[in-house]
Structures are given as C-alpha cells and as structure tokens.
C-alpha cells in the first residue's frame, strides 16, 4: 500500500523498529548502486487465518546469487533467510497480503567505487501490499526507447540496484505519456521485459516467452507461470526471442513479476492485442496463480511456507 512504513526490519544481525535502522548518507550501496535485493510476497489465507509466503528458498536461492555476482558474502543460506523472515513477519504480525524486501549492501562509508574491501550487510522489511499496476487486467503498455541493460555491462540475471536507474527512466516515460506499464528492448531489438516483470504471449496457443541468456531476470513467478500453464492448461510452452512487431499481433501478452503479479496486457502502443481484452488462458492463469499463492492449490502447497 503507497505511503504504508514498515513496523520493523531485520538491521545489523537483529530485528529492530523500523525506525532504528539507519544507514549514513555516505553508505557504499547509496552512492554506487553497490546492492542487490529481492522481491517476495506473502498472502494471507483468510479461511486458514495464516499468513503464506511465496516460494521463500527460491527467492532466497537468487539473492544469494546476486550477492555472488557483486562479491558480496552474508554467511547466509536459504534456509537461515527464509528463517529471518518469519521471524520479522511474525513480529509485524500482519494480517493481510504483504511485500518482503531483502536487500544485501555495501556497508562502508566513503568515497571510491569498487567492490573489494568493503563490508557487506543484509536488512529485510516488510509492507503492506495489494496491486502494483493499477490497471492490472486491462494494460496499455508502450515499447520504450530505453533499452535492457546487457548482461556484459551490469549482470542482468541479478537484481543490482544500480540497474534499476534504467528501469525508472522507463516507467517514468510511460507513465507521464499515459501508459501502464514500458516494454524493452533488448540490444537485438528483441523485447525481453518490462520495466520490472517478465513477459509472455500467446501465437497459435503456444505461449512464449523470452530465454534467460536474453538480459532478462530469472523471474520466480515467470517459472510458476510456466509450471501452471503446462501442467494445469497442457500448454506447450517455448523459449525464444520476441520480435518487436510480433506483439502487435499475438493473441494474448501479460507480464509476469513478484509485485505484478500476472498483469494482462491488452494494448500495445494504441494496438490492441486480439481483441483488446483479456485472453482466456490469462484469466486462467491469474486464477491459478491467485489460488497457488495463497494456498489453494493442493498439489502446489510445497510453495507456501507458513508464518508460525
């Protein structure tokens, strides 16, 4: 939810008030963009009166490997964040769906950027949280003249904070022309993302979406996505670059990302994609994935880790 605040974080080796955990203005991380996060979310069960979060190791797992990527070492492990987490959130005691944010970072004050001989240290808060596009079944999006940052310049399998500058430029251009959401495009001409999510279309009931050595980030929810479409829809889905002009005239599109959830495209730069709404196999797959997160899905339940 805009504005919420954060009851408390996990700051320095504990939990503490949010308003406790500080960083000075010359932190490492701040002025160099030196940190790497995550994105999770946890959903309430109203029936169970539990709160779940979603696929928690996974999330863990890719931190740890961003972290890897920036010479970063929390003596951490998947097990032991997923642990810190449910810790916090029973703290928070939130009763509602919520956004979890770790963030891994160079600690050090000063001037001089590199990644050697600095110290690393980890802080995780949590927030209230409903939808991140608004217009989340109905998305007009435009295809932006920022392009995806490449893998050689700044590691786009990583969630580095530092490349998010780009993703900002993006959706700040698409929103203050009157659109959803940006797609871009990756050095190719290829489209890879959107500003924050994965993308996906449907050509000939076949569902497609871009390979991971095309710049993009190893979405949790984008394996979700396909793991429910192929096993719940016995659709076949393919792994290969996306033409620009291909979107203009698929059948279905929709973008894929922790905050986004399963957001339907159903406009592309005043196109509209087939019949300018919402697709069937989109609707069907929000309707998995809702159930799946929270819970609902009996034979996926091993991605649900309960708060105690």
Known sequence: ??????????????????????????????????????????????????????????????????????????????ASLTQITLELLQADNYHRDIYIRPLIYKADEGIGVRLHDLRDELTIFAIPFDRYVKNDTNAHVTVSSWRRVDDNTIPARGKISGAYASSALAKTDANRAGFDEALLLDQAGHVVEGSAMNVFMLRDGVLITPPVTDNILEGITRRSIMELAQN?????????????????????????????????????????????????????????????????????????????
Request: charged share 20%.
């Open 1 to 78: 939810m805009a504005g919420s605040l954060p009851l408390h974080a996990y700051f320095e080796g504990k939990i503490v008030p949010y308003s406790d955990a500080h960083i000075g203005v010359a932190t490492h991380g701040l002025n160099y963009g030196t940190a790497v996060f995550g994105g999770l979310r946890g959903y309430w069960n109203d029936e169970q009166q539990k709160l779940f979060v979603f696929r928690p190791q996974d999330h863990f797992r890719r931190l740890l490997n961003s972290a890897k990527m920036m010479c970063m070492d929390i003596g951490q492990t998947p």
């Open 232 to 308: 719940e829809l016995g659709l076949k889905i393919v792994e290969r670059s996306i033409d620009r002009s291909e979107v203009f005239i698929c059948e279905e599109f929709f973008m894929t990302g922790t905050a986004a959830q399963l957001t339907a495209v159903t406009k592309v730069d005043f196109r509209p994609i087939g019949a300018g709404v919402m697709g069937p196999v989109t609707s069907r797959l929000r309707e998995l994935f809702e159930d799946a997160v929270h819970a609902r899905l009996p034979s996926y339940t091993h991605w649900n880790v309960a708060v105690p």
